[in-house]
């Protein structure tokens, strides 16, 4: 059974930092491309950040592109996202995915193309 498990969200300060994980068990994890998707109430699931296969690509939503950092660490079964001067706007419950169906080097954005969904994780950036 396929299971992802986010951790690492909280309460931070606006500025401050937070690394989100995710733990992958149940699949033959190398074969899968990696996501970080957010929502808020209200508001549809947008895509953050991906990484493909090997990690040899990245790529991250333009509103954190140099703000946040996506990796993965295949022989432990993980992907992070390493969020620097974090901001209110932020706020989201954030979801690791994995695509078993990207290419080698692919990284897809839409959430409709990732096989497995982890129950996601709290970020709150207060002002």
């Known amino acids: 059974q396929v299971q992802l498990v986010e951790s690492g969200g909280g309460l931070v300060q606006a500025g401050g930092s937070l690394r989100l994980s995710c733990a992958a068990s149940?699949?033959?994890?190398?074969?899968?491309?990696m996501g970080w998707f957010r929502q808020d109430p209200g508001k549809e699931r947008e895509f953050v950040a991906g990484?493909?296969?090997?990690?040899?690509?990245?790529e991250v939503q333009d509103s954190v592109k140099g703000r946040f950092t996506i990796s993965r660490d295949n022989a432990k079964k993980a992907v992070y996202l390493q969020m620097t001067s974090l901001k209110p706007e932020d706020t989201a419950v954030y979801s690791c995915?994995?695509?078993?169906?990207?290419?080698?080097?692919?990284?897809?954005?839409?959430?409709?193309?990732?096989?497995?969904w982890g129950q996601g994780t709290q970020v709150t950036v207060s002002s």
């Open positions: 995915a994995a695509d078993g169906r990207a290419s080698l080097f692919m990284v897809r954005r839409d959430p409709r193309d990732y096989d497995f």
């Open positions: 990484i493909s296969r090997v990690g040899s690509r990245t």
């Open positions: 149940g699949l033959t994890f190398s074969t899968y491309a």
